[in-house]
């Protein structure tokens, strides 16, 4: 999400900690920013924006040089871009000064309980209690402290600290949040990724969760929790540098549907205590009971994950849904009561369609409710309220986890629309939570079998048609995985509703045309069998994606099958889309696609 680097050596460390950050760009970021040592004490230097926005800083500091400090790229969170909440962030007496990637979720518990001690707070971020945490339990022997503060805090992190007291020495920690450290001559690094010191250095000790390590231009010690000195293997890196920007992964798009399970995980996690939802967001909960329409405003795949929505919200919660491509939403005339609320959904938050019919909405004087990636963006700026998916920057054109956390947010909100309305009790919310939470781990399980979707790949990658069908939300996924797959493959695809086959669309099946089948809901599962033996009976070729409980089913009459695990039913696309975006992105690999940046493509639509 953020991008950490951190330098000792003999060398002058600001073009270093520079064009380190440089190389983290890809990661994604809104500031940067950096602390050094300059004559015994730390100065920061830090702004909003780009990084050759720091440089010009840095230009106007006068007389700052350094051989030890650390850098960041932000990707902001815990509030909006400013050169305040920026990073590094130092304790009160300047003593102190840190940098962290990650999610701190008991922030707030800790905010509070240190400003009754007295301590102040200049930014809205959740790392800021850190710096102050490290202060306070600061009494002459800094690992010490952190180890305290690792064991108070919760959530992810990787941390890069300097103290004054140990001048020309960085120490840094990890807990789910990616920290490696590069090993030079005369010279170590800390950094997120390999790319920020590979122009210097080939070798590097991969950080475990829980591990602390002390580094100075001469010598690099590492400490586990109990501040005992462990060995490290020293590993080196045979990548090019464009590949270890992927993290080893051969394109971005595979690398960050790995992502998804941590990145669903991160969406889910802070938003779920005892069974409950609670979602971050300044909504009412009455406004939330009295709803007489949704209407669902989105472009792309984010629309997808409307139409989704639009079966869960209407089983669950019994409130109707209109789900709109946003391009056509602000030219149809919609018709929108007051008791309405419009969802806007966009990765970006700055989709010109989405923006432009969230603008056309709020005329009707109805609330919107945006469910936003990038905090600060201009969505999240106009919108009534805002919930983030925090999936993190995502590289590739094709999305993967911003589909994923978009789903998960919106199965929160539809679990919380029901129990807001008294339509399930606590214990029928606390069934519902469980399953949400478990689709990360469900998640992995579908990627664990990467190889046999591979393989499916192989045998289909010559078709140059292929249709999509399913009922109810497994038609849903459908539209997805079409998509996926025609934006990187370039192999024409539509996905249809199983039930609108006699209705025109059979007479596109021929003779080994493709058929792709969603059926994950039992309930639905006879009705797909006879769907299947329709279209087989006029030569086409079926690869089904099925559940484990209609698996056996659907096995007899499927060529081939590949099944995901059970879940609450109108959850499964989580699932299934899982499986579809590693069929097309081994079947773009296999036809030589650009993969990463398809033809006409751009990540962020910023024009109508």
């Keep these: 999400m953020c991008g950490i680097v951190g330098f000792t050596g003999s060398a002058d460390a600001l073009p270093v900690l520079v064009n380190g950050l440089k190389r983290l760009e890809y990661r994604g970021y809104d500031s940067a920013g950096i602390a050094a040592f300059d004559s015994g004490s730390i100065r920061v230097v830090k702004t909003r924006g780009r990084i050759s926005e720091l440089e010009h800083k840095l230009r106007q500091t006068p007389d700052f040089s350094a051989s030890c400090g650390i850098g960041h790229t932000r990707w902001a969170t815990h509030g909006e871009p400013t050169d305040e909440n920026s990073h590094p962030h130092l304790s009160a007496d300047g003593k102190i000064a840190v940098v962290h990637n990650g999610i701190i979720e ?50 992810s992190y990787a941390l890069g600290v300097l103290c004054a007291d140990r001048p020309d020495e960085i120490i840094a920690a990890r807990l789910d949040s990616p920290l490696i450290v590069g090993l030079g001559d005369g010279e170590n690094f800390i950094a997120s990724d390999i790319p920020a010191f590979l122009s210097h250095t080939r070798d590097y000790y991969t950080v475990d969760d829980g591990e602390i390590v002390c ?43 790995h992502e998804q399970p941590k990145a669903v995980r991160d969406t889910v996690s802070p938003r779920l205590e005892n069974g409950k939802i609670f979602l971050d967001t300044d909504i009412p909960l009455e406004l939330l009971s009295e709803l007489s329409r949704i209407h669902i405003i989105a472009c792309g795949s984010a629309y997808h994950t409307g139409i989704v929505a639009k079966y869960v919200i209407e089983s669950l919660a019994r409130i109707p849904v209109e789900c709109d491509l946003a391009s056509e ?104 939570a469980l399953d949400i939470s478990h689709l990360s781990e469900k998640i992995e399980s579908v990627i664990s079998q990467i190889n046999t979707l591979s393989y499916f790949a192989s045998k289909f990658h010559n078709h140059k048609d292929i249709f999509f069908l399913g009922r109810g939300v497994d038609y849903a996924a459908g539209l997805e995985g079409s998509l996926k797959l025609k934006e990187i493959s370039y192999i024409r695809s539509e996905a249809y509703a199983a039930g609108e086959l006699k209705h025109g669309t059979i007479a596109l099946i021929q003779n080994d045309t493709l ?16 769907n299947i033996r329709e279209v087989k009976a006029r030569g086409a070729c079926v690869l089904t994606i099925a559940s484990e409980a209609t698996r056996d089913m659907l096995a007899d009459v499927s060529d081939c099958l590949f099944a995901v695990p059970d879940c609450y039913s109108k959850f499964s696309p989580s699932l299934s889309v899982v499986a579809m975006q590693l069929f097309s992105y081994y079947i773009a690999v296999a036809r030589g696609c650009s993969v990463d940046k398809p033809r006409n493509l751009a990540k962020s639509v910023t024009v109508e």
Excluded at 108 to 130: C, H, M, N, P, Q
Excluded at 410 to 426: F, Q
Excluded at 518 to 524: D, G, H, R
């Design 329 to 432: 939403f602000r030219y149809r005339k919609p018709i929108i009561s007051k008791n309405d609320l419009c969802i806007v959904i966009s990765q970006s938050g700055e989709t010109a369609d989405t923006l432009a019919a969230m603008r056309e909405a709020k005329k009707h004087g109805v609330r919107t409710l945006a469910i936003i990636n990038v905090v600060g963006s201009t969505i999240a700026r106009e919108a009534d309220h805002v919930l983030y998916t925090w999936a993190g920057p995502e590289i590739a054109v094709a999305t993967t986890k911003a589909y994923s956390t978009q789903l998960a947010m919106l199965y929160l909100l539809a679990v919380k629309l029901a129990s807001a309305r008294g339509l399930i009790s606590d214990e029928e919310e606390r069934v519902l």
């Design 106 to 155: 008991n922030y707030a518990d800790i905010k509070a309980r240190l400003i009754k001690r007295g301590y102040t707070f200049v930014s809205e971020t959740d790392t800021e209690v850190i710096a102050h945490l490290l202060d306070f339990y600061y009494k002459g022997d800094i690992l010490t402290a952190l180890c305290k503060v690792m064991a108070t805090v919760r959530g």
């Design 215 to 257: 580094l100075s231009k001469d010598s690099v010690t590492v400490y586990n929790s109990d501040l005992e000195e462990i060995e490290k293997e020293r590993l080196t890196v045979n990548w090019s540098v464009e590949a270890a920007e992927k993290g080893g992964y051969e394109h971005f798009m595979l690398k960050e549907i």
């Design 515 to 530: 058929v792709v089948a969603i059926a994950t809901q039992a309930e639905l599962a006879e009705k797909m069998v006879s």
